[in-house]
T-cell receptor, first 114, second 111 residues
Framework: DAMVIQNPRYQVTQFGKPVTLSCSQT?????MYWYQQKSSQAPKLLFH???????NEADTPDNFQSRRPNTSFCFLDIRSPGLGDAAMYLC?????????????FGDGTRLSIL | GEDVEQSLFLSVREGDSSVINCTYT??????LYWYKQEPGAGLQLLTY?????DMKQDQRLTVLLNKKDKHLSLRIADTQTGDSAIYFC???????????FGRGTSLIVHP
């Protein structure tokens, strides 16, 4: 089945220690998104790629970076995680072909900071 | 600006129907979506409706759209305990591929 896969499902890191979360997709969608979701809140868009073009949300901290080496893979790098960065991180994809379509989400990576 | 509002909680008895409501402010919405999120998981697309439609039915799910009042609802017939989850309403504006999400409605189904 075509899908969005996030690894790992759970990630524990130390305060200030860089961490990378990964996302892969078999849907061949050209748009990929990273969201941060904290408890009882809606997902908050951090940034997205439209093809190779990177689009950062205005309020996304500089601590968060992203890479998309090819259509299938996208990475979220947190350079110096703080306690406030503990959250669920969700990757999503969509296709911009034709009318705006729905997003397809991975199961997320739960990030804990020690 | 874009704004999507949902009530935060809904409690129903197993076997009853659930109705989750959502209001939005942008009249140029093209698509309106319902997502389901179970604990510790990502968002699962349940259904979506084009803004030129009034209703869409898919098995136990019925989506109603009132464009005049900018009101969207999701009805779940014969609600089961497995339907307990958070339900997010989202809208996409014409020409945009960045949806706006509501805060989610936590549906609790009790025996």
């Amino acid at each position: 089945d075509a899908m969005v896969i996030q690894n790992p499902r759970y990630q524990v890191t130390q305060f200030g220690k860089p961490v990378t979360l990964s996302c892969s997709q078999t849907l061949n969608h050209n748009v990929m998104y990273w969201y941060q979701q904290k408890s009882s809140q809606a997902p908050k868009l951090l940034f997205h790629y439209y093809d190779k073009d990177f689009n950062n949300e205005a309020d996304t901290p500089d601590n968060f970076q992203s890479r998309r080496p090819n259509t299938s893979f996208c990475f979220l790098d947190i350079r110096s995680p703080g306690l406030g960065d503990a959250a669920m991180y969700l990757c999503a994809t969509s296709s911009s072909d034709g009318p705006t379509g729905p997003q397809h989400f991975g199961d997320g990576t739960r990030l804990s900071i020690l | 600006g874009e704004d999507v509002e949902q009530s935060l909680f809904l409690s129903v008895r197993e076997g009853d129907s659930s109705v989750i409501n959502c209001t939005y402010t942008d009249s140029s919405s093209t698509y309106l979506y319902w997502y389901k999120q179970e604990p510790g998981a990502g968002l699962q697309l349940l259904t979506y409706i084009f803004s030129n439609m009034d209703m869409k039915q898919d098995q136990r799910l019925t989506v109603l759209l009132n464009k005049k009042d900018k009101h969207l609802s999701l009805r779940i017939a014969d609600t089961q305990t497995g339907d307990s989850a958070i339900y997010f309403c989202a809208e996409s504006i014409r020409g945009s591929y960045i949806p706006t999400f509501g805060r989610g409605t936590s549906l609790i189904v009790h025996p």
